[in-house]
């Protein structure tokens, strides 16, 4: 039982790492992606001086970059909507494979 239970586990770890390279890879493209298109057209919009990407405020004398903030805002928001479209899509093809799979027992058991 155990000899059995080896491959499955060794399975497992690949789909893992395979995500991990996968997500590493998304999230850096998706980053790149906002700060080639997405920060360009924001910055034309708030007056085309840089206000995202060099907006510092200074607080007594605590610098905050309020800029940066929005851009990771921006990025945790599209790389969640990626994620969810993918994990959709991924759960309709699953259900409508199960769905198919079922006809073809009923079809079959009659």
């Keep these: 039982m155990a000899d059995s239970r080896k491959p499955i586990g ?3 770890v690949l789909v ?3 995500g991990l390279v996968v997500g590493f890879a998304l999230k850096d493209f998706i980053e790149n992606f906002i700060l080639s298109f997405i920060t360009p057209v924001l910055d034309k ?3 085309g001086t840089g206000a995202l990407q060099g907006k510092v405020t200074e ?3 605590i610098q905050f970059k309020p800029g940066e903030f929005v851009i990771s805002t921006i990025n945790f928001f599209v790389i969640m909507l990626v994620i969810y479209v993918m994990v959709k899509t991924f759960n309709n093809a699953v259900y409508q494979s199960n769905k198919e799979q079922k006809k073809k027992e009923q079809k079959k058991n009659t």
Excluded: C, S
Aim: glycine fraction near 24%; proline fraction near 0%; hydrophobic fraction near 40%.
């Design 10 to 12: 060794q399975q497992e």
């Design 59 to 61: 607080i007594g004398g």
């Design 45 to 47: 919009i708030l007056g």
């Design 16 to 18: 893992i790492a395979t």
